[in-house]
């Protein structure tokens, strides 16, 4: 099955500094890759995702970037804020809505 | 739609209990999925269903959890006897095939075994 490595597992950046988030995945037939968003004693929620029919996409200071023949795809966060704050996953799956294989998760933490 | 709803939010129990974990989906979706979060194991998917078919249990941990889906509107996970290490937050979560794709997490239920 889907296997989903995602570095660093924790992420400090002084607030304004941009922070990036990695992931790999295994399986070649996946071709939808989201990312969540897990504040304290939250639940995930999604913040962007991607097809594998683009190589990029962006919403304000979000961005995330996949490259399918190397089977990997990164988060983007610029001018990063406290409130992003919180553990991010990167996931994949061969069809939007089915199941998903989350990555392992990244702490990220913004010093004011 | 009040979203995804579980219950309970909490459980302490002592090993060897019976636990039953509740959820509702969001109306109109067709895919329902149960995940554990650890921090030692991060989310893991345990089942998913799809029109209230188990369509892959290959992450149940072991016989002592099942789960079932009666209706559209109602799956329960059931860890039977608890134990110690079965401590985590468990993640009801559906979504809708041919849309968006995003999958909709509920509050989650923090089980504590004793």
């Known amino acids: 099955g889907e296997n989903v490595e995602q570095h660093p597992s924790t992420l400090s950046v002084q607030e304004g500094d941009s922070a990036v988030i990695k992931c790999t995945y295994s399986d070649s037939a996946s071709n939808y890759f989201p990312w969540y968003k897990q504040e304290l004693g939250k639940r995930p929620q999604l913040i962007i995702d991607?097809?594998?029919?683009?190589g990029e996409k962006k919403d304000q200071r979000i961005a995330v970037t996949l490259n399918k023949t190397a089977k990997h795809f990164s988060l983007h966060i610029t001018e990063t804020q406290p409130e992003d704050s919180a553990v991010y996953f990167c996931a994949a799956s061969i069809n939007a809505g089915n199941m998903l294989t989350f990555g392992g998760g990244t702490r990220l933490m913004v010093k004011p | 739609d009040a979203g995804v709803i579980q219950s309970p939010r909490h459980e302490v129990t002592e090993m060897g209990q019976e636990v039953t974990l509740r959820c509702k989906p969001i109306?109109?979706?067709?895919?329902l999925f149960w995940y554990r979060q650890t921090m030692m194991r991060g989310l893991e998917l345990l089942i998913y269903f799809n029109n209230n078919v188990p369509i892959d249990d290959s992450g149940m941990p072991e016989d002592r959890f099942s789960a079932k889906m009666p209706n559209a509107s109602f799956s329960t996970l059931k860890i039977q006897p608890s134990e110690p290490r079965d401590s985590a937050v468990y993640f009801c979560?559906?979504?809708?095939?041919?849309?968006?794709?995003?999958?909709?997490f509920g509050e989650g239920s923090r089980l504590t075994v004793l």
């Open positions: 979560a559906s979504s809708l095939a041919g849309s968006t794709g995003e999958l909709f």
């Open positions: 991607i097809r594998s029919n683009v």
């Open positions: 109306s109109g979706h067709d895919y």
